[in-house]
Every structure is written in structure tokens, then in C-alpha cells.
């Protein structure tokens, strides 16, 4: 391996010594393997590239100052995954094979784990697709698990920054009764048109609103929605949004400073009333929005007017990334050490 600049790594895949997979043949998963090709053999017919049998998770590994690798919350990326296999009606993965998926991964890459202090961390993605040949539209019988992983820089290079949202109102991400709180791909392909305009016209991200009335906030891309009202954490509660670990993880923070939290629609009107909002996930932990622009109604909603993140965000931004780099105790118990 060419030594990694850790300091310059972007967002992207490298590759890796290791993967490791499952199959799902005659109704039960096969024990796990290693494989160190970044390649899978997949029948043309499979539902996964059909019929969009398909899920997956996002989720990292921290070096700390001890030396220690971490996980965060990986059992809820485990229950996630269950509830994203059920939505799409496929095979679930036990979540002691997840476990141990995941930590063979991170065990067998641990030359690729960010050093402490770098800001860069080792991203996993579990990865479950339906393999099995189907051309009637049906479940398939056989299914694919794989857990790579692959080092990643932090998600702001220069410090945490806010940035510039485009309300979409062309495109929807997804229906209330549809797959909106499940984490598959085809909820990222329909949001990819709305991400690529914003992009183009030169926002960091698109905030998607409710898909029935266009009235109420749902996500903020690949992320979820807070903003912060006096000492209130507000953040939508909608049928169509995935349940973001770290927009839960910073409720509960939230909670253990004092302030109120409140999960409930939120009228896009209610935008001007904010002191501070942000998106949140496992890729930035919290991207604070600086400007959202809505070019239906030309409203304009301006935030953080120094350039800089507010101070509730930062608090909460500050506890949370400390939980997870091991400087801040982990009272919640979040962190699990990959032995
Ligand atoms: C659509 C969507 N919403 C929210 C999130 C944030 O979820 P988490 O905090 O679990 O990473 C993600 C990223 O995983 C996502 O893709």
C-alpha cells in the first residue's frame, strides 16, 4: 500500500485488503468468508438489479487517542437493516452476523483505519441485495450480504461549515406510503435528479419537503432535518424519511444538556422562526445550513450571518464527534472496541 495521506483523503471509495460476505442458498446463510476481490459474480437475472431488491448501511469505525478501534450504535445499523430487508421483502441478516461481518471487516482492513486526530475514519458499508434469478416480479429466493470498508476524509476539510440548501419542489424522494424509511438504493436514485440541480446551481445540498402537500420539511439529502428553536431541538417526524442513528443519537444529547426535543412536522413556513438548523448523518455528524433558498415561493431563509455554525449546533456537533473519538465519556454506552 502507498502510504495514505490521511490528512487529504476525500469521501470516496479505496480499496481495501478485505471483504467480507454471506450467502443465502436453501433458505439459511452460509458461514462468512473473506474474499479480497472488490468484484462480485452476479446472475443477470438477480431481483437486486431488477427489481430493486436492495439495502444497505453506512456506518464508521474510530481510532482513539487509547489506540482502540470503535464502532458507533452498531446494533441499530443491524435493526435498521432488518427493517429495510422487510420493507423490501427480502432475507434478514441476524444481527450477530452483522456483528461479526462488520468486525472481520474492520480486523482484517486495520492498516486502513484513520490514525487518531486525523479527522479521516474507516466507513463500512453492509451491503444486502437479492441474488437469486427472478423474471416474474417476486421476491428471490437467494440473497448476498458483503461488508466493505474503506477509509474516508472528514467531511469538511477546513473545520465545520455551513452550507447553502435548494428546496426541491420538482422531484420527490419518496411516497408517504412508499420506501422513504428504509435505507435502498432506490430512494437514492429518485433523489439523484434533485441532488445533481442543487448541485449544479451551486448549493451543498436539496432539502426535500413532504411529497403529498409540498407543505412540511423531510430530509436534507442523504440526511436528516433539526433546527433549533430558543432551547428546543426540533427535527420532523414524517412517514417518508429514514431514522437517521445520528439525528437519534443527537436527541438524546440534546436531552442530556437540557434541552427540550421536539419530533413533529415541520411546516417549511416555519423556517424564518429558526436559530439555527442543520442536516445530519453519519457522513458530516452535523452540516450546518448556512442559506435555504426555495425557488417555488422565492423565499429566501438566512442562518448563521457570520459564516459561522451556531452555538447549539456546535455543543451538540462537539459532544457527539467526542463520544465517538473516545475523548468524551461515553455515557450513553454507544461505542462497542473491535477486538
Ligand atoms: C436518506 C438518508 N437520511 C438520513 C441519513 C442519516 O442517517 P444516519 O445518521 O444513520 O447515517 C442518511 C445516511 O445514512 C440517509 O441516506
Not at 95 to 118: I, L, Q
Not at 132 to 152: C, L
Not at 248 to 262: F, R
Request: charged share 25%; aromatic share 12%.
Amino acid at each position: 500500500m502507498d502510504s495514505i495521506d490521511w490528512k487529504c483523503l476525500p469521501f470516496g471509495y479505496i480499496k481495501t485488503d478485505y471483504n467480507v460476505r454471506s450467502y443465502f442458498r436453501d433458505g439459511k446463510w452460509s458461514k462468512l468468508e473473506l474474499s479480497t476481490s472488490e468484484y462480485l459474480n452476479v446472475h443477470m437475472a438477480a431481483t437486486g438489479l431488477h427489481y430493486g431488491q436492495e439495502a444497505f448501511e453506512g456506518m464508521k469505525a474510530y481510532k482513539g487517542s487509547d489506540g482502540k478501534i470503535r464502532l458507533f450504535r452498531w446494533e441499530e445499523n443491524a435493526q435498521r437493516l432488518i427493517f429495510s430487508a422487510k420493507g423490501v421483502m427480502m432475507a434478514e441478516v441476524p444481527p450477530t452476523m452483522f456483528r461479526e461481518a462488520v468486525m472481520t471487516a474492520v480486523r482484517k482492513n486495520e492498516r486502513f483505519v484513520p490514525p487518531y486526530g486525523s479527522g479521516a475514519t474507516l466507513y463500512i458499508r453492509p451491503l444486502l441485495f437479492g441474488s437469486g434469478a427472478e423474471v416474474g416480479v417476486k421476491p428471490a429466493k437467494e440473497y448476498d450480504f458483503v461488508v466493505f470498508v474503506t477509509p474516508v476524509g472528514p467531511y469538511f476539510k477546513g473545520g465545520i461549515r455551513p452550507v447553502e440548501t435548494l428546496i426541491t419542489r420538482e422531484y420527490d424522494r419518496a411516497a408517504p406510503l412508499g420506501t422513504g424509511r428504509l435505507k435502498v438504493g432506490g430512494n437514492y436514485a429518485a433523489s439523484l435528479r434533485a441532488i445533481i440541480k442543487a448541485r449544479d446551481e451551486g448549493y451543498g445540498n436539496t432539502l426535500f419537503l413532504d411529497a403529498r402537500e409540498k407543505k412540511y420539511i423531510d430530509e436534507c439529502g442523504p440526511a436528516n432535518f433539526f433546527g433549533i428553536k430558543g432551547n428546543t431541538y426540533i427535527t420532523p417526524k414524517s412517514e417518508s424519511i429514514l431514522a437517521s442513528i445520528t439525528n437519534k443519537s443527537l436527541m438524546q444529547i440534546a436531552e442530556s444538556i437540557g434541552m427540550k426535543v421536539e419530533v413533529r412536522p415541520v411546516l417549511v413556513d416555519e423556517l424564518s422562526a429558526f436559530d439555527e438548523v442543520g442536516a445530519c448523518g453519519t457522513a458530516a455528524v452535523i452540516s450546518p445550513i448556512g442559506k435555504i433558498v426555495d425557488t417555488g415561493t422565492k423565499a429566501v431563509y438566512e442562518f448563521c450571518k457570520n459564516g459561522e455554525p451556531g452555538p447549539y449546533t456546535m455543543k451538540l456537533y462537539k459532544q457527539l464527534t467526542g463520544i465517538q473519538s473516545g475523548d468524551v465519556e461515553d455515557t450513553f454506552g454507544w461505542m462497542t472496541v473491535v477486538e
